[in-house]
């Protein structure tokens, strides 16, 4: 017997602001830069692209590029896809055992 196995989309997940939320903060949490483009990537495309480029101020295909793997967006570009996604970064002291 055969199985077909289902592409996975993480995107498909992130349908709420709880949790595309949560998602984003573990993800900065582990201090991965490519994968915290990747990640805002993953929900960009889960709130819509265009609507995320429109909101941003962004092209459609430079929000593509932008998010795209090994891509090296500015700090401002980031800044501006952030708050086109409705959410905000915080900072607190870092626990740690230091």
Same mark, same amino acid.
């Given at each position: 017997? @055969?199985?077909?196995?289902? *592409?996975? /989309?993480?995107? /498909?997940?992130? /349908? ?11 993800? %900065?949490?582990? &201090? ?8 805002? #990537? ?5 709130? &819509? ?5 429109? !909101? @941003? &101020?962004? #092209? ?8 795209? *793997? #090994?891509? $090296? *967006? ?5 800044? $501006?896809?952030?708050?086109?996604? &409705?959410?905000? %970064?915080?900072? !607190? *002291? ?5």
């Amino acid at each position: 017997m @055969s199985e077909k196995l289902i *592409p996975f /989309d993480i995107a /498909d997940l992130l /349908d709420s602001d709880a949790t595309i939320s949560e998602y984003l903060s573990q993800v %900065l949490s582990d &201090g991965d830069t490519d994968e915290i483009i990747r990640a805002i #990537g993953h929900i960009a495309r889960a709130r &819509g692209m265009t609507q995320i480029a429109a !909101q @941003s &101020g962004l #092209g459609r295909e430079s929000l593509y590029k932008a998010l795209s *793997p #090994g891509a $090296k *967006p500015r700090f401002d570009t980031v800044l $501006k896809v952030i708050r086109a996604l &409705g959410v905000e %970064l915080f900072v !607190q *002291p870092h626990t740690s055992s230091h």
